[in-house]
């Protein structure tokens, strides 16, 4: 384990968990923010620098370019840590500024006029006192769209993050965002129509009596459907009849949320006529928007930087994974990175989407596509997390009126992250082509995945799990986990305690990353500040790695083994 950054701590791992409270008032942030700034005029910019890499900015990022950060990434290595390469500037905005950025992104020409509002639910509408997405957030890094040439030098930094990636280790990472790809307004009427099209099928479904299931145990008797669609008027019955084939659907007669999924495809004749109930008008309105010329191109643009960065990920066998965001752009998102892994994880997963498992549905979204990845022969590969938007995304639900999308509780989030994991290991055991990310700073979880592993016979060397955490955050987990040569015999596979697991885990050789910011002093500020405001959990976290670093120092001292390097 990391004792600092010069050591390696051996031991019982901690504590550390980032709990699903959090978030901060909205004044916190910019006093902050107003605070290192002030700091930096009372002592110049040279003090404040060294300042600052002796503290806040030398623990959470690893250096101002990618020449400066290769120790940190080679000493980590030596650990059996890889390294996630995350260049943090960000936009010195205030918060006045991103919210008239995010109106102005995220709202079309025909919205603009006045004439279009009504058509998208509330959910997937701009809202001026929720503009500025960093609010509530401590690590999520934030985009703002101004130009499509900013949206290009954001195409080029990941790039270059790719390339130091491949360059770094035969079996690299790196994380893209798709807000800063293109202008986020076509992800969000991307999403309304999703969204709409999934809660049209569950309506549907409950007019069959099949209320209340997962989502893959329910499927829809195809008759039944037809006759429905048919009493709404939305094409005539010979027409329906033709969208529902033996070619399309199989012979069982039954429709699941793939097969249903599927009929929105722009390829399929059901694509003109895609219209759903108002259920507040009771009228059927369109569910496709009609987008400006210039809109069309602003959408085909961001499709294209996403298909350059995959094919550079592809060329230099470097892993993609796609960050979650906001759930009011996550559906197209997630539906993107579909298409992205259809295409590129032919023989491995080389594209991963990211599952928020604090949001209710998000044992529904691993089971659909890990089936969806079956049916359709390709590798599925997932990063699981809890989420960084709780706060934000909870004030959201209640101020504009729509379901809070967050499990109630902490422990509903626990719960439902290990059930999402355990359904994907399960899946690995079957399935030597497909890949997690575990993507947690809780030790709980760490342990959960160890003893799954050992019971499904999931070995460390099939590198099909992975783990990863932030720089600077819970090394008492991710050194264990990825060094290499501790002495002693392991025990794996031979029904081991979790405590032996767990110390002899480096022998066996986890695959371990840190997620590795980069970046300016003064550039990375605004990410530095919100690290600043760390909640409460996180903070307990640390308070016990302090206590494990003084035990691991008493133990040395006692033994005479004050240095430790990796074998």
């Known amino acids: 384990m990391a004792l600092g950054r010069g050591f390696v701590m051996g031991g019982e791992a901690g504590v550390c968990c980032c709990g699903q409270g959090g978030g901060w008032p909205r004044t916190a942030l910019p006093f902050t923010f107003q605070l290192l700034h002030l700091t930096r005029r009372l002592l110049g910019q040279r003090l404040f620098d060294k300042l600052m890499k002796m503290t806040f900015y030398g623990q959470f990022v690893a250096g101002e370019d990618q020449e400066s950060i290769r120790p940190l990434i080679r000493h980590n290595r030596a650990f059996g840590v890889g390294s996630i390469l995350d260049y943090s500037v960000e936009e010195d905005l205030t918060t006045e500024e991103a919210e008239r950025k995010e109106m102005e992104s995220c709202t079309s020409a025909v919205e603009r006029d006045g004439h279009g509002t009504s058509k998208r639910e509330k959910q997937f509408q701009a809202h001026r006192a929720f503009g500025d997405r960093r609010d509530g957030v401590v690590s999520a890094r934030t985009y703002f769209y101004a130009n499509e040439a900013r949206c290009d030098s954001h195409m080029e930094t990941f790039l270059r993050c790719i390339e130091a990636s491949g360059g770094a280790s035969e079996d690299g990472f790196s994380a893209i965002k798709l807000t800063a790809l293109g202008r986020p307004q076509f992800l969000l009427q991307f999403s309304d129509v999703l969204t709409k099209w999934r809660r049209f099928f569950h309506q549907m479904a409950a007019e069959q009596g099949k209320a ?9 008797e195809v008759a039944a459907l037809q006759e429905s669609v048919v009493k ?24 699941d949320l793939l097969d249903w999924g599927s009929l929105i495809d722009s390829r399929t004749e059901l694509s003109k006529h895609l219209v759903v109930p108002n259920m507040q008008t009771g009228q059927l309105e369109p569910l496709l928007s009609q987008f400006t010329e210039e809109e069309e191109q602003q959408m085909t643009r961001m499709l294209q930087r996403m298909d350059v960065l995959a094919k550079k990920a592809s060329e230099a066998g470097v892993r993609l994974m796609v960050d979650a965001e906001q759930t009011y752009f996550q559906p197209a998102i997630s539906r993107l990175t579909l298409e992205m892994q259809r295409r590129f994880n032919v023989e491995k997963p080389l594209i991963f989407n990211t ?6 549905d998000a044992y529904d979204n691993v089971t659909l596509d890990v089936e969806l990845s079956r049916r359709e022969g390709w590798c599925f590969g997932a990063k699981l997390v809890r989420g960084a938007y709780m706060a934000q995304e909870r004030a959201r639900a209640l101020e ?10 902490y422990e509903a989030t626990n719960a439902m992250y290990h059930r999402c994991l ?3 290991l399960e899946e690995l055991k079957h399935n030597a082509r497909a890949a997690v990310m575990v993507a947690s700073h809780n030790e709980d979880t760490v342990y959960f995945t160890l003893r799954r592993m050992e019971e499904l016979g999931l070995h460390p ?3 099909q799990v992975y783990f990863g955490q932030l720089l600077g955050m819970c090394d008492q987990i991710s050194f264990p986990l990825g060094e290499l040569g501790l002495p002693g015999g392991c025990g794996w596979g031979t029904g081991a305690g979790l405590t032996t697991l767990l110390l002899c885990a480096g022998q066996a050789g986890f695959p371990v990353y840190k997620y590795v910011p980069y970046g300016p002093v003064m550039e990375v500020l605004p990410y530095l500040s919100r690290r600043a405001q760390e909640n409460s959990g996180v903070m307990k976290g640390a308070q016990r790695e302090r206590q494990l670093l003084w035990q691991e120092l008493r133990r040395r001292l006692w033994t005479g083994s004050l240095f430790h390097l990796p074998a």
């Open 461 to 463: 060397a099939d590198r």
């Open 355 to 360: 599952y928020q498992c604090y949001l209710k």
């Open 422 to 424: 355990n359904y994907v």
């Open 400 to 409: 504009i009126g729509y379901e809070d999308p967050i499990n109630p509780t």
């Open 212 to 220: 209340g299931l997962d989502a893959m145990d329910t499927k829809l």
């Open 232 to 255: 709404m008027g939305i094409a005539p019955r010979t027409e329906i009849e033709n969208w529902f084939t033996v070619e399309t659907l199989g012979v069982s007669g039954t429709l």
